[in-house]
């Protein structure tokens, strides 16, 4: 089995808020995490270079034969071969970014001393690119979310048999949907037409739902009753969605059980959206969409038409919330109240249009705990130890007098 360890770049903030709470290569795109594609691509165990403050939680792993992988690059045929055939100190690069590079113990020991990555870009350059894949923003997950269900369906589904359809659902393209075990599709359509439809283990699609493809539901996940989802949404692992969806990604563990629109958005681990929470995807002059950059600590260009909401980890929304075009919610905060509140809402924020006050770290954790115990998991010694770091470093975004 390979050693597959990937590191955060420097854009590691332009993540933000996503990567508050996790390495980049924890998060969802597709079907599967970034670390779970590597993962399965190489035959290897992942894990981390990430910020000192995550590593605990997410460590490092050193072997004798180590494939360092820049964790914003998402795997594709192209990129697996040139990396599979990488020799011991050898590096492949792309307009002077590190993508890959193949190291012993000893060389890889030294590097992490030095604590500099861009001694890996000293190395031999072994192959030039047109293009490659690189995840650089929030929105970049969902933009690219469709093509990633359709290369995640291809490596999840080869060589097995899906269970099979109901014959009270309708379908369009049936041999492009999978069913894990254990799942049920209950009085639904299902559209595979323009993609794959990938329905994870003991996930529950109930009565009423109307589905297009590419669309993936991960375990333990359930769509309700009446639901509307629209291409390139996936909803990740132990979450519960309804309502209309369009080209969204659910991290997991989250919940947008009730009416209300949700498009061209991404939301975190531990999110609630009350109901009848709606998210404007779409100026009303059309324009490009602007929205929070933490590495620029200012808005910049997405250079999207339609960009939704950007929500971090244990996020919530009480009901009739209404979210402006690209919006941005830190960690947990939650939002409430009529009217529209701020594009940008720093982490543990509490209100909304009327304004805000800090949600308190002591108050935030117990919630989290309460929240996690219902899905039996457990608030561990590391999440607290991150989300206090998030707390106090997030300090410089709330402005407001509490």
């Keep these: 089995m390979n050693n597959v360890i990937l590191f955060d770049d420097d854009h590691w903030q332009s993540l933000l808020p996503l990567t508050f709470t996790k390495p980049i290569a924890e998060l969802r795109i597709g079907i599967l995490k970034i670390s779970e594609k590597w993962s399965l691509y190489l035959n290897g165990q992942a894990s981390f270079i990430t910020q000192d403050f995550l590593s605990d939680k997410f460590p490092i792993h050193i072997s004798s034969d180590n494939f360092v992988i820049n964790s914003r690059l998402l795997p ?78 291809e490596l999840l589904t080869r060589r097995k048999y899906s269970q099979a359809l109901p014959s009270h659902c309708q379908t369009l393209n049936e041999k492009n949907i999978f069913i894990e075990e254990g799942a049920e599709v209950l009085f639904s359509t299902l559209n595979a037409t323009d993609g794959p439809i990938y329905i994870g283990k003991k996930a529950k699609i109930l009565e009423g739902s109307h589905i297009r493809g590419p669309f993936a539901i991960c375990e333990n996940s359930i769509v309700k009753m009446g639901a509307r989802i629209y291409s390139n949404t996936t909803v990740g692992p ?3 969605v309804g309502g209309e969806i369009n080209n969204v990604v659910f991290q997991g563990f989250s919940g947008k059980a009730h009416d209300g629109y949700l498009g061209n958005s991404v939301i975190g681990e531990w999110c609630n959206l009350g109901a009848d929470t709606n998210s404007s995807n779409l100026k009303n002059n059309y324009s490009k969409v602007k929205n929070w950059d933490y590495a620029k600590s200012g808005f910049s260009d997405t250079n999207l038409q339609f960009c939704g909401l950007i929500m971090g980890d244990h996020s919530k929304s009480g ?12 960690i947990g905060a939650n939002v409430f109240g ?65």
């Design 76 to 153: 594709e045929e192209k990129l697996l071969a040139l990396i599979s055939n990488l020799e011991n100190n050898e590096a492949l690069l792309f307009n002077d970014t590190l993508l890959a590079a193949r190291m012993n113990n000893l060389q890889f020991e030294q590097l992490i001393a030095n604590k500099d990555l861009d001694e890996l870009k000293g190395m031999e350059l072994s192959k030039e690119l047109e293009s490659v894949p690189l995840i650089q923003r929030p929105h970049d997950l969902f933009r690219l979310n469709g093509e990633e269900i359709k290369k995640d369906f």
């Design 238 to 240: 132990s979450s519960k």
């Design 319 to 330: 009901i009739n919330t209404m979210f402006n075009t690209g919006t941005v919610v830190g």
């Design 338 to 402: 009529s009217g529209y509140p701020r594009k940008f809402i720093p982490s543990f924020s509490w209100g909304g249009p009327s304004g805000y006050k800090t949600n308190k770290i002591g108050k935030m954790l117990e919630v989290a705990e309460i929240v996690m115990k219902r899905k039996n998991v457990e608030l561990s010694e590391a999440d607290k130890t991150i989300l206090e770091h998030v707390f106090h470093y997030t300090d410089q975004f709330r402005k407001w007098e509490d």
